[in-house]
């Protein structure tokens, strides 16, 4: 995972275990605009991660805006092994 996470597992013990991303579109308002180097109203994703540890306790959340015209989403489907 890296960054922040690193940071707590070794400074304080706290091992992130998963993480779950959501993305969403959206429009970027004024200050998102100027910070991106895009108009208002631009499209753009917004993407929103938790972070837990093992025993699903909620240690980080990330927020993030992504300009639309420089996003790329990849999926990696794999077969389960059945058991």
């Known amino acids: 995972m890296g960054g922040c996470q690193d940071l707590l ?3 304080y013990g706290v091992e992130p275990i ?3 991303e959501f993305f969403e579109p959206t429009l970027v308002d004024q ?16 993407l929103e991660r938790i972070t837990y540890t093992l025993n699903d306790r909620p240690i980080e959340l990330c ?5 639309g015209d420089r ?13």
């Open 63 to 67: 927020k993030g805006v992504i300009r």
């Open 9 to 11: 597992s070794q400074k």
């Open 31 to 46: 200050y998102e605009a100027m910070v991106l180097g895009v108009k208002q109203g631009s499209p753009a994703l917004l």
């Open 71 to 83: 996003c790329r989403l990849s999926v990696e489907l794999l077969k389960r092994e059945q058991s």
């Open 18 to 20: 998963k993480a779950q």
